[in-house]
């Protein structure tokens, strides 16, 4: 059974009736405020003012104060009293009627219409307001159902379903929400549509007990019933269905009270006081002789014969520290959620923030409490919940929180120094270190603060480390912020050197980095992480530091040597060598002439270096490769001939493309080889054609390959030189060394595929004389006509051009031919500006003249009047007079002034340059 918890407290309030007789019994009471009313077995009504304080010890105090006291009908006992706050008026139930009693006074308001009679029961409707202006009560009377309205001092009966049939009648309880009334009568509990007048049958109760039954909530009604001695609350709805679980009662309650989340039952002996949310018993308060319990007005009040007692709630505060102190964490956080959901209506921002804080401040709370249960997951689950600082978690496990962290745990404060008060086993520590870990993969996900950032990666590859090492390479090898420094220890301890040095790898420390590797790959420490030199030779390819990389490069090379070479294959922003090459060069002869060559690749097609030496020795190097790879083919090994065709197609390439090695050199070296081929196109370098020529077709027998190469000549050098080159091809077929039948095919099916690249009189000097005319007569058709197609070709351009040049000197003639009249007083068409002797005058396109590159005509042009320009039009204005003295007449530049003397030779000049700035012009 589940440890009970202090919900009320109950507190005194009238301890004894101040009437010496014993009539004067409590028979009902009603409380709203700090108002009390009590109703007596003798016929009184007596009000009281209620008056709480605080004793010394800080607990709840109250008493009592008599206002007035009224006799309805002496000795007839009050049966209900029910207060109408907004009309001010109580409605009391005695004798089988109901009056109106003022609230204050307790006169009895003076109206037939204030009176009702015949009235057994009523209850008023539980789903308005009670502070309502309108307020509606159901009354049961001998006849039937009958619902009233109540306003002011009048008492209505309202319309409705025709309630006065005998199934309506012989009722013992009731309780009404809206249109929805729930009654006993005849041993059944029913609901009936006030509206309709349907009546759905419930289930039977035992009529030796009195029937209860309580308004919980919208729709919703207990019921009791008993089998035995067992006594159970059924919860129903307006349809006869169950909404909850029911609730089981120790004794069979007399009285009940609803106060949400709590269910307040009342005995001769006790106030029981049970759960709505999981209707478990939480408290039970001794009151013995028990009689009635109020909840009106937000006040619970309970009475016996002659005592009357408050009981008033435990603060909910209260009541969640003895909760998780009795480590009942569900239910706490049941209660808090409850009351935070149902408090939060119409609350303004900062009201609805502080009971936020407070519940995150709860579930923080909570999720320690879990941790001391040992269930670690839910713990943490709820510290997630509740944003709570990850430091604070991870500082709870020995050496977890990295030492350079700037956190000071805060945690002492909730009982728990170390993990390791809570586990008392290495399993249940695992535990602990699993369910953290998922905590901080959440926190970790959730845009942590940067300064928890470090503290949560360093903490979580630790526990990697320690619990899952198979994913810690995973983990590091996503963006994380771990503290190299903090986890070397650590990782070096649990054995993690290749993730070690990953991480230093990651930090920018590469020297510790390799040096870790270096220690891995020489099997000094072990890691069965480590795949092996592969990944180390990727992270030297990505290091600037030549020194560093010079110094692992060494045992590198012995183990990818190939992709070691990589490492020096780069180049820095300008485009140059990272690395010395000659450096370089020596540094990989050790390793073999294999190795250097990605190397003099790199230097001589990737930043085309144009040094004899490099070029020379990587066709060096490539031809050895071919030896090789021959040999291997002669031994008989799988794919050799696949690898010799790729070996020879690289060297063949390198042969054609370059021209920086030494051919020479090279030359002599392979012509102890029978790589023919290859000796062909290094004595196409030297201008050889006839020798390489001769390998390809009498050596090869090769005639495509032949004639590729007069092509290749053709292509990349002048006509001429690829002329000569297909004359000797054609002198070779031709030559007595060739074969008769093949070689004179091919000659013929040179001469006729070759028709533009052979000149016809060199082509008939070595044809044989013994060829018949049919042999050579389409390449000589074809040859005719491409000659007769040049020399019509030629003339047709030759008379293009003539007649091009003379539509130009007819229209130099014409534009050199404009005549033009200048005078002092003329005005340039552009700007309007007056001509000046300085000036270089042009014609336009409709032969108006115009100042030469004049920026005012360029931009449009504006007359004299408003012209900016120099001035000059304006000075001969100013003067007050136009120059004098004649005109000058151009034609073609020449003017008019007499020709002789000084001014004839000033014409003169002035006639050439205007004509030539006139051609430029139109030009």
């Known amino acids: 059974m589940a440890a009970k918890l202090r919900v009320y407290e109950l507190v005194p309030v009238l301890e004894k009736m101040v009437e010496e007789s014993s009539k004067h019994k409590i028979a009902c009471i009603e409380c709203w405020e700090d108002n009390l009313y009590v109703g007596t077995q003798s016929g ?136 929805t009334l729930c009654l006993a009568q005849r041993k059944m509990y029913n609901v009936v549509d006030l509206e309709r007048g349907n009546v759905t049958p419930l289930f039977p109760y035992d009529q030796q007990t009195h029937p209860l039954i309580k308004f919980i909530g919208p729709n919703e009604f207990l019921v009791t019933m008993s089998h035995d001695t067992e006594t159970l609350g059924m919860f129903v709805t307006g349809s006869g269905t169950t909404v909850r679980p029911p609730v089981q009662f120790s004794t069979r309650p007399i009285e009940a009270a609803c106060a949400y989340p709590y269910l307040l039952t009342l005995s001769d002996q006790s106030i029981a006081v049970h759960s709505l949310l999981d209707q478990r018993a939480k408290q039970d308060v001794p009151f013995p002789n028990g009689k009635i319990l109020c909840a009106t007005g937000g006040q619970i009040i309970v009475a016996g014969d002659n005592r009357i007692s408050l009981l008033a709630p435990i603060s909910l505060q209260q009541q969640i520290d003895e909760l998780l102190l009795d480590f009942r964490v569900s239910e706490a956080l049941t209660l ?215 110094l692992h490069a060494e045992w590198l090379l012995r183990r990818e040597p190939f992709r070691t070479v990589r490492a020096f294959t780069r180049v820095n922003t300008a485009g140059d060598p990272l690395f010395r090459a000659d450096e370089v060069l020596e540094f990989l002869r050790p390793y073999g002439g294999q190795v250097m060559i990605p190397f003099l690749e790199f230097l001589v097609f990737d930043i085309r270096s144009k040094a004899e030496r490099y070029h020379t020795r990587l066709v060096t190097l490539y031809l050895e490769d071919v030896e090789h790879k021959r040999k291997k083919l002669a031994s008989g090994a799988q794919h050799a001939a696949d690898d010799v065709k790729e070996a020879r197609f690289k060297l063949q390439e390198i042969l054609k493309t370059s021209n920086a090695y030494h051919v020479d050199a090279v030359l002599e070296r392979i012509k102890r080889t029978d790589l023919y081929a290859e000796r062909a196109t290094l004595h196409g370098k030297k201008g050889e054609h006839q020798l390489a020529l001769d390998l390809l077709v009498n050596r090869l027998g090769d005639h495509g390959a032949a004639e590729q190469y007069c092509a290749d000549i053709a292509h990349h050098r002048d006509r001429a030189e690829g002329r000569k080159v297909f004359l000797e091809l054609l002198r070779v077929y031709l030559s007595p060394t060739a074969r008769a039948g093949s070689s004179t095919l091919q000659a013929i099916q040179l001469l006729n595929s070759h028709v533009a690249d052979l000149d016809a009189d060199a082509v008939l000097a070595l044809v044989p004389l013994d060829w018949s005319i049919g042999v050579v007569d389409r390449f000589l058709r074809r040859s005719l006509r491409r000659s007769l197609h040049a020399q019509r070709s030629t003339r047709i351009e030759h008379g293009l051009a003539r007649q091009e040049n003379l539509q130009l000197r007819a229209e130099l003639v014409q534009l050199t031919g404009t005549r033009a009249i200048v005078t002092d007083g003329t005005r340039c068409a552009g700007c309007g500006t007056f001509f000046c002797e300085t000036d270089v005058v042009v014609l336009d396109t409709t032969g108006r003249p115009r100042i030469h590159d004049c920026r005012r005509c360029s931009g449009g042009g504006a007359s004299a009047a408003t012209s900016p320009r120099t001035g000059r039009g304006q000075r001969s204005e100013a003067r007050g007079e136009r120059p004098q003295g004649g005109r000058r007449d151009w034609h073609g530049g020449s003017a008019t002034q007499p020709s002789g003397g000084s001014d004839g030779r000033r014409g003169q000049r002035e006639s050439h340059s205007f004509r030539t700035t006139r051609s430029e012009a139109w030009e």
């Open 44 to 179: 009184f009504v007596v009000h009281y003012l209620l008056e709480q304080g605080e004793s010394p010890t800080g607990k709840l105090t109250c008493r009592t104060c008599k206002q007035s006291q009224f006799c309805l009908q002496k000795d007839k006992p009050i049966n209900k009293i029910m207060v109408v706050p907004s009309q001010k008026k109580l409605l009391v139930q005695f004798n089988n009627c109901v009056s109106v009693l003022h609230m204050e006074t307790l006169q009895l308001v003076e109206d037939k219409h204030a009176v009702v009679k015949g009235i057994l029961m009523f209850c008023r409707d539980e789903g308005v307001d009670i502070s309502a202006q309108t307020f509606n009560i159901t009354a049961a009377k001998k006849k039937g159902i009958y619902q009233y309205e109540f306003f002011r001092t009048l008492i209505a009966q309202k319309g409705g379903a025709s309630l006065e049939d005998a199934e309506y009648r012989d009722v013992a309880a009731m309780s009404r929400d809206g249109s």
């Open 336 to 550: 808090a959620e409850v009351t935070f959901s149902s408090s939060n209506v119409d609350l303004d921002a900062d009201e609805f923030e502080r009971q936020r804080e407070g519940m995150l401040a709860l579930q923080r709370r909570a999720g320690l409490t879990y941790l001391k249960m040992n269930r670690f997951a839910d713990g943490f689950d709820l510290l997630a919940a509740s944003n709570t600082d990850p430091r604070e978690m991870i500082s709870l496990f020995p050496d977890l929180l990295p030492k350079s962290s700037t956190y000071n745990s805060k945690v002492s404060t909730t009982g728990i120094h170390n993990i390791g008060q809570i586990c008392k086993s290495a399993e249940e520590l695992r535990e602990a270190q699993k369910a953290l870990a998922t905590f901080l993969n959440v926190m970790r996900s959730d845009h942590v603060p940067h300064e928890w950032a470090s503290d949560i990666d360093t903490a979580l590859g630790v526990l990697y480390g320690t619990l899952y090492p198979d994913k810690l390479l995973a983990f590091v090898g996503k963006p994380h912020r771990i503290l190299v420094g903090d986890i070397h220890g650590h990782l070096d301890r649990l054995g993690q050197h290749h993730v070690l040095a990953l991480l230093h790898a990651q930090n920018g420390t590469a020297r510790a980095a390799l040096d870790v590797w270096k220690r891995l790959d020489a099997g000094e420490v072990h890691d069965a992480l480590y795949s092996g030199a592969r990944d180390v030779v990727e992270y030297l390819c990505t290091l600037d530091d030549v020194d560093l990389v010079f």
